[in-house]
């Protein structure tokens, strides 16, 4: 890695390189053939289990399992949720939809109220977010929580969509 990045950029890179990496396989698998897993995950309970927790396991702000970031009530009440839907095929099919998109999207110029969690994946630095929506009008930074935020950190999510959109109030 080059030695002219900044410690932002640099934690940036290592998270898109775990995105793309490590922690993008099932991102890629459901961009590309999600009818394939889709129809594996709706056949088989177990499977549908282990896929979701495995997304728990990786992407929450845990301290080596999911059930640090989130009770098991929660877990099996989603697990339950995509099983008894049959929804894990329609759930992926963003992906496959998106696939063509890249990190530099579009600009928005909308107004935007935004909180990074810390243990999101991926998390882009503030640089990136203020480049993309020239309107932000709120930029917070959570203290714990990973990307699934409204399951681990209900709280702090409400208070920041509040704090973000309360400048929008006339």
Avoid: C
Wanted: overall charge negative; charged content about 20%.
């Amino acid at each position: 890695m080059p030695d002219t990045l900044t410690p932002e950029q640099r934690d940036a890179v290592e998270t898109l390189a775990l995105y793309t990496g490590d922690l993008g396989g099932s991102n890629h698998l459901q961009g590309t053939k999600p009818e394939t897993v889709g129809f594996a995950l709706a056949d088989s309970p177990a499977g549908q289990a282990a896929w979701i927790y495995e997304k728990f396991q990786s992407k929450t702000d845990n301290h080596g399992l999911a059930e640090d970031a989130l009770s098991i009530d929660d877990i099996l009440d989603t697990i339950s949720l995509y099983w008894f839907t049959n929804s894990a095929a329609s759930s992926g099919r963003i992906y496959w939809e998106n696939r063509s998109l890249t990190f530099a999207g579009p600009k928005v110029t909308l107004p935007v109220a935004v909180t990074v969690f810390p243990r999101d994946i991926p998390r882009v630095p503030r640089s990136w977010i203020e480049d993309t929506y020239s309107n932000l009008i709120h930029y917070g930074e959570a203290d714990k929580g990973g990307h699934f935020a409204t399951l681990e950190q209900p709280e702090t999510l409400v208070s920041e969509i509040r704090t973000g959109l309360r400048t929008l109030r006339s």
